[in-house]
């Protein structure tokens, strides 16, 4: 039997490498631009054609490359950025691998133009299919021009596929690269050209001036700045202000290191901040740059290099929470008491007994304000008591209204004598009308008897909310947290019968917890072993994901993470509550995805559904889904 494992040709190994790093015209884009980033330059030109399947052009005034080194960029593994493997360790440059010029040469027809400041003339090479062309003597300024040209010209599906492929979304692609090493580098210069609506000039500028030239002017006043500083990291940027949250396309960015990433887990400490300011279903701006110590981050987990791994990122998740809300504070965006403002706070008065009149110090003695202190009893102070006189100048005070000598109306009541009419107007009163629903959490309201039966067609209203009738009442369906409910209840009943099979997580990882975190982390995911998570122990308080039911296993490590953080937050733990917080954790990312209604039928399947979940009423974090307006009230209205 002959042998059949062979090495592949170079030119073949290259190809199939580039899938990986140049899935589109976007990616050249990206590489190319951290290329001069790291070559130091201070301006950068984009030059795009025929939405970068005909060409992508970048020119920068870097430091450029000699004769030799312009030919070695393009082997594979040929790089400036590391020599040994410690190097790993501590990264400041955004390429490292030595892969991207080559995986281009081997799709591309590439031409650069390169010099250093040391040489009179530069260097022309011609690339096609990984091979050199051609390479001679040329004049040209300091830096490098590279272009890209008729990607996937030698790979015929590929070619199909990006033709296939709308001009708007190449662009659109383009855009967010081209935004993301902009935003990244405010000292830089950049330019774009020949996208059309995209095409932008960005002068080297202040941060803020940066995120207003991408995102637009529209931020120019709604933008929070925020600052944090310790030995373990540095945390600068700009948040938007919670008038700004979008259901979709909010500006969200990232940055370590100048580095653009994605990470789940901070994202989660960032809504978490804004939980209480803004509606369900709505997503705010927020540009936050981390400055970190090389050797406290792994950036080597992924080609795309925008996934990293953090040595603290439970205690960057809390220090995410904490700055945001005191930044939320500090721009009075939550509520607040002022004691010494102008103008007068309309209290109702006690519309009992009139004839005695205290004056506010004699009301704050008689009250017990000094015993209470004495006694630890919260109470307002006299400088306290001053201060409200001062606010609520030309009002008087009333005493409590007395409590009543119950034994004495006892025997006052044995005395009273009814008329046969009178009894009967007396205990012949009609019941009173039972209250509508007014929001309170079931778990501490009474319970609703029944689940809505809506009976009446239902009208959409501005895409998000259904208006139809309950009983007696015009009802309000808030449609996301709808969603939520049933997308929530489907998970918790698979997560209990185990219907999901077990898969490993798409990139390993490992938890590590510091020994305050320990003994919570073992008994959560002890309880997270008994729903299909299977953990490996690697001693030091580190542990390893090795498999995590279906539908969290592609961020298997993020939903530790959070569980074990919420865990230690609320004090919660137990089986009922690893379970539910699964299940909505997973509802929670998968409703931001899920379409709208748009048809009546559609419309009427989810009240349906609605209607059929465990509680129709409320979130599994207890916010409302319906608001009921009665009759009486819609009638105020008109009167």
């Not at 054609?49 to 593994?77: C, I, W, Y």
């Not at 004495?374 to 409590?400: C, D, E, H, Y």
């Not at 919660?572 to 917080?581: A, D, L, Q, W």
């Not at 419309?603 to 349906?608: G, H, K």
Request: with cysteine; proline share 6%.
């Amino acid at each position: 039997m002959s042998d059949v494992i062979r090495l592949l040709p170079e030119s073949i190994a290259n190809q199939i490498a580039a899938g990986e790093v140049v899935p589109a015209p976007a990616y050249i884009v990206k590489e190319l631009l951290e290329n001069s980033i790291d070559a130091g330059a201070s301006e950068v030109q984009v030059e795009i054609l025929g939405a970068g399947r005909e060409a992508v052009q970048v020119t920068d005034n870097g430091k450029g490359m000699s004769p030799t080194d312009a030919r070695m960029a393009f082997e594979r593994h040929a790089t400036s950025k590391l020599r040994e493997i410690e190097d790993l360790d501590r990264l400041s440059t955004m390429g490292f691998r030595g892969e991207a010029l080559a995986a281009i040469a081997s799709v591309c027809q590439v031409e650069l133009r390169t010099r250093i400041a040391e040489l009179e003339v530069g260097t022309e090479l011609r690339i096609e299919g990984a091979r050199v062309k051609s390479s001679v003597p040329v004049a040209c300024p300091v830096g490098t021009t590279l272009r890209a040209m008729n990607i996937f010209y030698n790979t015929p599906g590929r070619r199909k596929h990006i033709e296939a492929r709308k001009e708007s979304t190449e662009l659109g692609d383009i855009w967010k690269e081209f935004a993301k090493v902009a935003l990244a580098n405010p000292e830089v210069s950049f330019a774009l050209r020949g996208t059309g609506k995209y095409d932008k000039s960005l002068p080297a500028s202040s941060l803020k001036e940066r995120i207003i030239g991408i995102g637009g002017s529209k931020l120019s006043k709604a933008l929070i700045p925020v600052n944090y500083e310790s030995s373990f990291c540095s945390i600068r940027g700009f948040i938007g202000t919670p008038t700004t949250a979008l259901k979709s396309g909010a500006q969200q960015y990232f940055f370590v290191n100048n580095r653009f990433i994605r990470h789940p887990y901070f994202h989660k400490a960032v809504m978490l901040a804004y939980e209480k300011f803004i509606p369900v279903g709505t997503q705010p701006h927020y540009f936050l740059y981390f400055t970190i110590p090389a050797e406290n981050i792994d950036v080597n987990i992924h080609p795309q290099k925008t996934d990293v791994r953090f040595l603290d990122g439970e205690t960057i998740f809390q220090v995410i929470v904490s700055l945001l809300r005191e930044a939320f504070s500090s721009h009075a965006l939550a509520p607040t008491i002022d004691f010494d403002q102008e103008a007068s706070i309309e209290i109702p008065a006690y519309q009992g007994r009139r004839d005695v009149v205290l004056d506010l110090d004699e009301q704050y003695r008689l009250e017990g304000g000094e015993a209470n202190l004495a006694q630890g009893v919260p109470s307002l102070s006299p400088s306290g008591v001053s201060g409200i006189r001062r606010t609520l100048s030309g009002r008087s005070f009333r005493p409590k209204e007395p409590q009543p000598n119950w034994d004495d109306l006892g025997e006052h009541f044995d005395t009273m004598s009814f008329s046969p009419r009178e009894e009967e107007q007396l205990f012949d009163l009609p019941a009173p009308e039972e209250k509508a629903l007014q929001g309170v959490r079931l778990s501490t309201g009474k319970p609703l008897q029944s689940p809505p039966l809506f009976t009446a067609s239902s009208l959409l209203f501005q895409g998000r909310y259904v208006v139809t009738t309950l009983g007696e009442s015009l009802a309000l369906v808030d449609i996301r947290r709808a969603q939520l409910r049933i997308i929530y209840d489907g998970y918790l009943t698979g997560i209990t019968s185990h219907a999901y099979s077990s898969e490993q997580p798409l990139f390993p990882e490992v938890l590590e917890f510091t020994p305050s975190e320990l003994p919570t982390a073992i008994e959560v995911m002890a309880e997270l072993s008994k729903l299909g998570f299977d953990f490996g122990d690697l001693g030091d308080g580190h542990f390893s994901v090795a498999e995590a039911p279906s539908l969290l296993a592609r961020e298997a490590i993020n939903f530790v993470r959070l569980i074990v953080a919420d865990s230690l937050d609320t004090h919660r733990s137990g089986e009922e509550y690893v379970r539910s917080f699964l299940a909505e954790a997973a509802a929670e990312a998968e409703v931001l995805q899920m379409p709208l209604p748009r048809t009546s039928e559609e419309v009427s399947d989810l009240l349906s559904e609605l209607t059929s979940s465990s509680d129709a009423y409320f979130t599994p974090s207890g916010k409302s889904i319906i608001a009921l307006l009665p009759e009486s009230m819609i009638g105020s209205f008109f009167s």
